[in-house]
């Protein structure tokens, strides 16, 4: 099974086939307050010149479903990243809306309640990965800051490559390897990590990245 590599936070054609020529597996566009943050029409001017092999996510944080049909459909997009406390009625909504095609993930922060949350996440159907990711007072992603990996590898990245469990949060080009090698991840996920700038992409920090991460699921 292959690694899948996400390359998120993007806000320009440059950076997205950056990620594509890098060897990504999907890039990330930001519908929510954020340095990077993206609108519809940007998006929809960016998608048609991308490999339609190329996931394309857009991240969500807490909003309606309307919002998020009509820009799933507005940018051409692959998959949605929903940032939210809702219950399952989202997924099974947009499940409904688009069919098994839509990549629907789900993100758990790494804290005291996670470990619940992913269990109630991994048994939604319309759920089809979990991404464990970090969080301060003010971001809820984004946020160049790790999380305990160790205690992780016990309990939220328990079989998560069958589980489909992406790691993000702090990851960059130096420290992917150890990530992988510690919590064996079905997923990788970076944002600032890869950038010369909030919303900008480092070209050497995208390929380097890209690059150890495949060397080291290879092991």
């Known amino acids: 099974m292959s690694l899948w590599i996400k390359i998120c936070g993007n806000t320009s054609l440059e950076d997205a086939l950056l990620a594509v020529n890098a060897g990504a597996d999907a890039v990330g566009f930001v519908f929510a307050p954020s340095p990077r943050r993206v609108t519809v029409d940007q998006v929809a001017e960016i998608t048609p010149h991308l490999p339609t092999t190329l996931e394309k996510i857009g991240v969500f944080v807490d909003a309606s479903i309307d919002e998020i ?29 688009f069919g098994p095609a839509l990549r629907i993930l789900r993100v758990v922060h790494f804290g005291p309640q ?3 949350q992913s269990s109630a996440f991994a048994s939604d159907p319309n759920t089809d990965a979990i991404l464990v990711d970090s ?41 992917v390897t150890e990530a ?3 919590l064996r991840p079905w997923g ?5 990590g890869v950038e010369s700038a909030p919303g900008r992409k480092d070209p050497a920090k995208v390929r380097d990245f890209i690059t150890n991460a495949r060397a080291a699921k290879s092991h």
Do not use: C, Y
């Open 135 to 175: 969080r301060t007072a003010t971001a809820v992603g984004g946020t160049g800051i790790t999380f305990d990996w160790t205690e992780a590898a016990t309990t939220l990245f328990q079989n998560a490559r069958d589980r489909k469990v992406v790691v993000a949060g702090g990851l960059n080009p130096a420290n």
């Open 114 to 116: 996670a470990a619940e």
């Open 69 to 97: 049909v009509s820009t799933i459909r507005a940018s051409s997009l692959t998959g949605v990243q929903l940032h939210s406390r809702s219950g399952p009625q989202t997924p099974a909504q947009l499940r409904a809306e």
């Open 180 to 182: 992988i090698a510690t």
């Open 188 to 192: 990788v996920d970076v944002v600032s």
